[in-house]
């Protein structure tokens, strides 16, 4: 008797151990899409990958707590549990799909978590740093994402090469608690982000675009192997979206632009222009050897001399390397010849009328003929004066002679008749 009651309160138990795993862990997750821990206010959006998008209606001090809406193509979701996030209950958005071979078959997968993490209080406006994390939902194209949801083991002081330019490496593993490791991604050799985390915590990296948080790029370090030859990290959910933007407005001239030639005793400038602000490093090289270096310069113009040139032709070129690894390029040459050479200074002439100017007096028309022979055989016909095609200054000259020659006339018949 004892026996039995005791094989039924372990049965019991069994099932009470199994349906609470089953409600703690009820659902799947597809690939991490977008993961971000940003700080929002009451009444924002915060827009999402596939279409979705979170609304932070009203915070709350304690907890923090929010009232938050999902949307999906600016429609609200209706199947929502509850609205209500707190720090130890996020707001879990979870769908039901069918099985296609299957209609019985059916299975939850988890869109969307929202974690309220702390409270922040401001001058201008309270706000509280939520953590959002967004899975795929299958029933939607990702056409957006170059990698998604794969798994990869790296070596410490080795890097793991992704798309577009971007790698993954591994500094160092903590030998003594084997749980954190040390991370850095980097583009076009660039370094965009240094990170310490805990195994099990995402790494990411995110730009904002347009005031709104995108993810690039994430990686869950699931792992670490440590002896005496190797050390290692494994990683899951790799993912990586495409993210492209354009070359930065830049430019690079000599002081004097109409030239390509210098002489070997003059002093040259060089000078180049950045008409952006997100520019993490701005560096010149004169045939490949940097002569100018700038750290995080800010939009404007910036100058460079050019000393002690050999004779021939050489190269500059400015490179602008913005915050996220994009590199932009400029070049330009320019011949340095003796100091003897002609190298076709300006005339006085050319100095007092330029080159488009040439054609003032050839446009001014002060009479035509009524009629007469080009000397090919073709008439012309008369035309009257034509001032259509005269430039403004010509007409000006032209006034001027006809004033001076009025009051000349005006002398003359003055004379006559006294």
């Not at 003594?176 to 583009?187: F, G």
């Not at 390509?260 to 005793?265: E, F, I, L, R, T």
């Not at 932009?328 to 330029?354: A, C, H, M, R, Y």
Request: aromatic share 8%.
């Amino acid at each position: 008797m004892k026996n039995s009651k005791l094989l039924i309160l372990l049965v019991l138990c069994l099932v009470f151990i199994f349906s609470v795993s089953c409600t703690a862990a009820g659902y799947e997750k597809n690939a991490l899409v977008h993961y971000s821990e940003s700080e929002i206010e009451a009444g924002q959006t915060v827009h999402l990958e596939q279409g979705y998008s979170i609304k932070i209606v009203d915070i709350g001090k304690s907890g923090p707590s929010s009232f938050i809406e999902i949307y999906h193509d600016d429609h609200e979701v209706d199947d929502l549990d509850d609205n209500i996030a707190r720090n130890d209950s996020p707001i879990e958005y979870i769908i039901t799909i069918e099985d296609d071979d299957d209609e019985d078959n059916e299975t939850d997968y988890l869109l969307l978590s929202i974690t309220p993490l702390e409270y922040i209080e401001r001058s201008d406006s309270n706000r509280v740093k939520f953590k959002i994390e967004q899975y795929l939902d299958v029933r939607y194209d990702i056409d957006e994402f170059l990698l998604v949801d794969e798994s990869k083991s790296v070596r410490v002081g080795e890097s793991l090469e992704l798309e577009e330019g971007y790698a993954l490496e591994v500094l160092d593993i903590d030998r003594n608690s084997k749980d954190k490791v040390s991370l850095r991604l980097m583009r076009n050799d660039f370094s965009l982000i240094d990170d310490e985390i805990e195994i099990g915590d995402i790494f990411y990296y995110n730009r904002e675009i347009d005031g709104q948080p995108m993810t690039i790029f994430t990686a869950r370090p699931v792992n670490s192997f440590v002896s005496t030859h190797s050390e290692v990290v494994f990683f899951e959910q790799i993912s990586q979206r495409e993210y492209l933007v354009g070359d930065k407005d830049i430019d690079l001239f000599l002081s004097d632009q109409d030239k390509s030639a210098v002489k070997q005793d003059e002093i040259t400038v060089v000078r180049y222009y950045i008409g952006d602000d997100d520019v993490q490093e701005a560096i010149v090289s004169l045939n490949n050897d940097i002569i100018d270096r700038r750290n995080s310069p800010q939009q404007g113009t910036y100058s460079v001399l050019l000393e002690d040139l050999d004779l021939g032709e050489h190269e500059i070129e400015l490179e602008v390397v913005a915050s996220d690894g994009t590199r932009s390029f400029k070049e330009i040459s320019i011949t340095v010849v003796d100091s003897t050479v002609d190298i076709g200074e300006p005339s006085l002439d050319d100095e007092i009328i330029p080159e488009n100017t040439s054609s003032i007096f050839d446009n001014l028309k002060f009479w035509s003929s009524d009629s007469g022979d080009t000397g090919n055989g073709d008439e012309i016909e008369d035309e009257g004066y034509d001032l259509s095609d005269t430039p403004p200054f010509a007409l000006i000259l032209l006034g001027v002679l006809l004033v001076f020659g009025g009051i000349a006339a005006l002398i003359v018949y003055v004379f006559r008749i006294s």
